[in-house]
């Protein structure tokens, strides 16, 4: 210990032995007071036996707040794990396998309706899986069952009635009905989609009226109405790209109802040095080739 830090401790302990020297002196009984303390401190404590803590068993976690999709994030978080566990030490690798079979262990309950408390899933109408319908079991999940199990006709009934009350709602009910009837929409995704174009036209149309109405406002009082160019130009911007939508709606449609098929033909001509050709699939009179002298006739191409 350094001679300087020696001095000053020793500086600090003499006056606190004088105290204790002199309070022993003025007080005769004190020593024996000091000396009894740790007698009736040990008559006062009681003597408790050591017991060994009890060994718990982990709870088992609660699957009700947990759905199916949650046991695909369980299965990479503990793949995670175990990855991990391949380049670290002996100990943490143990503890990491452990975690991981944990969260596999939780994700295949997930899985199985039973462990959930679910009635027994079956594959039904649309290739959707919902439980069976059960008179004991609420009325939500009774219906997604009735749902499934439904027949064909009632349950395109009551997707059609679902329909129809979305786009009474958008306020385009005669309008979807109008697309889907002149469509020949016949599956459920064409009625849906031809039901989202006529959604579509009238917010589109809607906000081009908004953008005339703010236009008309600025050419004849611009000064009354200093916003309104701005906000035609915004409400025009909107409505051009919902109409946009729309026409890929309308693409989407036709491909749904006609197919996608694209044909390509391939053509090897051969010229000859000096030679000039012109690649056509045939042409009509006037050097205009058949296709497009066709569809400026509004026939089809032999």
């Known amino acids: 210990m350094p001679k300087r830090r020696h001095q000053r401790m020793q500086a600090m302990s003499e ?8 309070l022993v002196k003025h007080t005769p009984n004190v020593a024996d007071q000091v000396v009894d303390v740790p007698l009736v401190l040990s008559a006062s404590i009681p003597v408790v036996e050591a017991v060994e803590p009890a060994v718990v068993a982990p709870a088992i976690p609660d ?9 695909e994030w369980l299965d990479g978080l503990a793949a995670s794990k175990r990855a991990a566990a391949v380049s670290t030490d002996r100990l943490f690798a143990v503890q990491a396998e452990a975690e991981a079979a944990g969260l596999e262990a939780v994700a295949a309950a997930l899985r199985d309706p ?6 027994a899933l079956h594959q039904g109408r649309g290739g959707e899986t919902a439980p069976l319908d059960d008179p004991d079991m609420p009325w939500k999940r009774r219906e997604l ?7 064909p006709s009632a349950l395109a009934a009551d997707a059609s009635l679902q329909r129809l009350v979305l786009a009474r709602d958008a306020d385009v009910l005669v309008t979807a009905v109008e697309i889907a009837h002149d469509a020949g929409a016949e599956t459920a995704a064409e ?11 009238r917010v589109g149309m809607g906000l081009f009226g ?17 916003g309104a160019l701005a906000e035609a130009m915004r409400a025009a911007a909107v409505g051009a790209r919902v109409l946009s939508a729309f026409a ?3 693409l989407a449609l036709d491909r ?11 053509q090897h001509v051969t010229v000859n040095d000096g030679g000039q050709a012109v690649v056509a699939g045939s042409v009509a009179p006037g050097g205009v080739p058949a296709a497009t002298a066709a569809s400026r006739r509004g026939g089809r191409a032999k």
């Open 15 to 22: 006056p606190v032995s004088a105290c204790i020297t002199g």
């Open 63 to 71: 699957l009700s707040r947990l759905t199916a999709a949650d046991a």
């Open 114 to 119: 039973v462990a959930r408390g679910l009635p």
């Open 145 to 151: 069952a009735q749902a499934v199990a439904a027949s």
């Open 191 to 201: 009625k849906a989609l031809a039901h989202q174009l006529a959604a579509a036209h």
């Open 210 to 226: 908004t953008a005339s109405d703010n236009l008309h406002k600025h050419q004849v009082a611009p000064h009354a109405y200093p």
């Open 248 to 250: 890929q709606g309308a």
């Open 256 to 266: 749904l109802r006609n197919g996608s098929r694209q044909v390509v033909q391939v």
